[in-house]
């Protein structure tokens, strides 16, 4: 219809140039949904996979006709994963110790990163070239050191003078992380800072200066005016740092071996429910576990951690990926 | 605040003001901790019985003893860089082209961005090591499960090789391009953050560039490489350094580091180790980072 339409006012030649624009149009945009929907599917596979084998019945295990949806469903999955994890405590010690780093780090890197976009001292150049090394250097370089540091905490003898005790051991304790993170030297700091730095140079000047006129002080003026301007590198620093921190393993374990946390929970998740399933067959002492069975216990117990990080992106996606183009991590 | 001062002098004290925590934990936790950890690698650390330690200087016997000696060091280290050299151009090919892919527009594309970041919100070290450790669980041997972990893209990679080796395509280009499609899982989950600064970047582009090479006849194509690459390729250096800074991250080695002073408790040689990696990464960073920058084009 369209073209018969078209036919009445366009010569000929123009009609085939058009249509053979408009078809190539829509060869296009299937090519592009099919390329999407692949790699969409690619990074959705696992969690499904894990989803089928959560609610997946233990005599469905060998089942090979089974494809995704399972034949018997149970929740026996989820239950004993629960167990082994000791999940709810677990999830809710790991969230709140995630929130306090968060919101540390994005105090004291929003901090630092003010300082550097708009103020001008002696070495400035200097000590931001250093910020760029902290992010430069794996952090396995400062493990020895950071781990003794901490174990046989004293800052500067002071502790001694008050306690008389010779050093406090800090380790399996939340402190090591809390107190990296309120000096932005945290999981990543460097780079929270590099963004919060590129957004801060690109905004006016004009407004810090009205703010002065106004006759407020620098923190009056960061903390009333800047920052409320800063929702942008903010939503992205807090969300990339409550996420690492929740997914982080290389502080946890050189910490907080000990503690409660989810990520360490998981690391040990296969060797636990081996020993877990092979209690459960009490009458035959000698009975190995399925490694089959244990597999599935470890993915429902990959697919518990997940989940709450899944349920938090779908509310702050819209907001997270808004937010970074506004950032201008860019620069 | 004094009066008295230049307004000069007063914005610069506040301005150390404002970076005073960070300042402190740099020199505290950043800048000690790497001399000490200088000093621990030519060195034999011994933990007293009362939780503090001496050290007994050795040289560079630790050195000596990562490199030459120690039997998986080496080669882990010389994997790690392979690795890298292979992934870091895939990646950021791939990131590239999903970036301009999600930055057309269409129908459902807040859905397909959610989806492509989800990767960065779930990768973990925990989970990878889970998800290993439960692999060779199941098939009894290390080696096995890295072997079915590689092959779970259950892609029959065979015939397609058998083609493009009759088609005189050269083995190593094959080798490489196979290696691409093993990877894809890998190469997906690990350009979540490299999407969105090239995203970022894309965005940024001022559409007035665009409308006047489409007034001047230009396609599509030569948009891209005239236009749009031009345009992103500054970030084309900050992506590889973050591509390498990744994946070196979360290694074998740094994995071997770790396990060498926490669990053998040889923090010297744990510390020389660390400090052999961190020198390799810097020089490749440094050599890359050379080479990308003086193709990058500055709009500025």
Known sequence: MQVG???????????????????????????????????????????????????????????????????????????????ILNYFPSLTNTVLYSAIIMFLQAASCALAGYGFARFDFKGKNVLFALVILTILVPPQTLMVPMYLYFRNFDLFGILK?????????????????????????????????????QFFRGTPKEIEEAALIDGAGGFQTFFRIMLPNAIPPLVTVMLFAFVWQYNDTYFASLFMSQTNLLSIQIASLPANANVYISLMYEQMPDAKADPNHVAMIVDTGILLAIIPLIIMYLFVQRYFVESIERTGVIG | MKKGMTLRRRQALLGISFIFPWLCGFVLLFAVPLLQSIRYSFSKLNILPGGGYELESVGLSNFRYAILTDATYNRLLTEAVLDMVINVPLILFFSLFCATLLNQKFRGRSVARALFFLPVILASGAIAQAELAGLINMTGSAQAAEELAESSALFDTLPFTSLLLDLNVPMVVVDYLIGAVNRIYEIITSSGVQILIFLAALQSIPSSMYEVARLEGATSYEIFWKITFPMVSPLI?????????DSFTNSPVTETIYNTAFQSLDFGLSASMAWIYTLTVGLLLIGIGYVVSRRVFYYH
């Open chain 1, 5 to 83: 339409k078209l036919q009445r006012f366009r010569p000929d030649e123009n009609l085939l140039y058009r249509w053979k624009t408009k078809s190539l149009g829509y060869l296009w945009s299937f090519g592009r949904f099919i390329l999407i929907a692949g790699i969409s599917f690619v990074i959705i596979q696992p969690i499904i996979m894990k989803i089928s084998m959560a609610i997946k019945d233990k005599q469905d295990i060998l089942n090979r006709m089974i494809f995704i949806i399972p034949e018997n469903f149970t929740l026996d999955n989820i239950r004993h994963a629960m167990d």
């Open chain 1, 161 to 197: 003078l008050l306690t008389g005790k010779e050093s406090i051991n800090l380790i399996n304790t939340y402190w090591p992380s809390i107190v990296l993170s309120a000096t932005a030297n945290g999981l990543k700091s460097g780079l929270y800072i590099y963004i919060f730095r």
């Open chain 2, 237 to 245: 250096l900050t992506n590889v350094i973050y591509t390498i800074i």
